[in-house]
């Protein structure tokens, strides 16, 4: 995660994504009508940390990245799961 080419991706909403998130990560709604769009905008060179508040969401989110042409996707998984772990959040 400390690596330069490494993005973290948090698919939740934002009004989720506003109650805490992990620290420096991306606001990506899945839910949102333009989910693909706003992945089309991001860049597949990077590495690309996906989660979201149950692990549901990530895991589709992550598919659907590979299938778009994202080599380099790792599913995180939950939230919750992330901060037991001790990554830092804001």
């Known amino acids: 995660m400390k690596q330069p080419n490494v993005v973290v991706l948090d698919v939740r909403t934002p009004a989720e994504y506003a109650t805490g998130h992990v620290r420096g990560a991306k606001n ?12 089309a905008q991001l860049d597949t060179t990077k590495t690309y940390m996906v989660y979201c508040a149950s692990g549901n969401r990530s895991g589709q989110a ?4 590979k299938e778009k042409g994202f080599p380099k996707v790792v599913d995180a998984g939950a939230f919750k799961a ?8 804001e």
């Open 28 to 39: 990506v709604d899945f839910r949102a009508p333009d989910f693909a769009h706003q992945l």
């Open 62 to 65: 992550s598919k659907l990245m």
């Open 82 to 89: 992330l901060q037991a772990g001790g990554l830092k959040t």
